[in-house]
């Protein structure tokens, strides 16, 4: 076989005419397609990867704002507990004050009770006592018994300190001498010369007294010096002693 010199040119041009044609419509199109699948796939990855960072990003503000919330938690938990022991323990110190005041309260009651008690019993003791003492002077009263409670009195107006005598003689000078005394019984003539004798010389004033009766004294001597009260009286245990001014009971 021999080889046509003419017909291989004719192949050649041929050959290259049919690569220019697949160049030209083919070739180049198929690979504008393939850039523009390329451009799509790297920008439907790119979108992808953004997702993925927008995700992620997402996930760690999620994560951080679960551990903010827990660790809020965590705080409001523990001052609601130091509260809640805070008030218990302040309910513990009230309760306890409570009780204490409360068994203050009742111990100053039992003490008022036992002393209004021993006031009661002291009362009905004296009264008893008295009942007893108004029964025996009915049967030993007379003027010796009389004549004695003035000694009494003439005996324990001198035993008085300065200072009461200062405050006595004060009250005489004030009232210029005179005296209200008063006795269970009418006293005779000696017995009140005795009773101003002894009030002259005690406080320094010449004292004028004036006599009255008082049924309300069992037996003894009452008597009223300006605002002093000065007894000598069976129904106080036979004991001289000055109550103070008469205002103030």
């Known amino acids: 076989m021999q080889l046509d010199l003419t017909s291989f040119i004719l192949e050649l ?53 679960l551990a903010e919330w827990e660790s809020e938690r965590a705080q ?11 008030q218990r323990e302040k309910g513990l110190a009230d309760a306890a004050r409570a009780a204490e005041q409360e068994r203050a309260r009742l111990a100053a009651l ?46 324990d107006l001198a035993g008085l300190g300065t200072e009461r005598r200062t405050v006595l003689a004060e009250a005489a000078r004030a009232a210029e001498g005179r005296v209200a005394v008063h006795s269970a019984r009418p006293l005779d003539d000696a017995a009140r010369a005795r009773v101003e004798q002894a009030l002259s010389e005690v406080l320094g004033v010449d ?20 605002p002093w009260l000065l007894q000598a009286d069976l129904r106080d245990e036979l004991r001289f002693f000055s109550a103070g001014p008469r205002d103030a009971g």
């Open 76 to 86: 409001a938990r523990s001052a609601l507990a130091a509260e809640l022991a805070a």
């Open 207 to 226: 004292c004028h007294a004036e006599f009255a009766v008082d049924a309300a004294l069992l037996s003894g001597l009452s008597v009223a010096l300006g």
């Open 110 to 155: 039992q003490a008022k009770q036992a002393l209004e008690q021993q006031r009661a019993n002291e009362s009905r003791a004296l009264e008893q006592a008295g009942t007893f003492v108004a029964r025996l002077l009915e049967r030993l009263s007379g003027p010796e018994l009389d004549a004695r409670l003035v000694e009494l009195f003439a005996a």
């Open 13 to 65: 041009i041929n050959f290259a005419v049919l690569v220019w044609i697949l160049h030209r419509f083919l070739y180049r199109p198929v690979l504008a397609a393939i850039d523009r699948r390329r451009s799509a796939v790297e920008h439907t990855l790119s979108e992808a990867k953004a997702a993925r960072e927008q995700a992620a990003a997402a996930r760690s503000e999620v994560e951080t704002r």
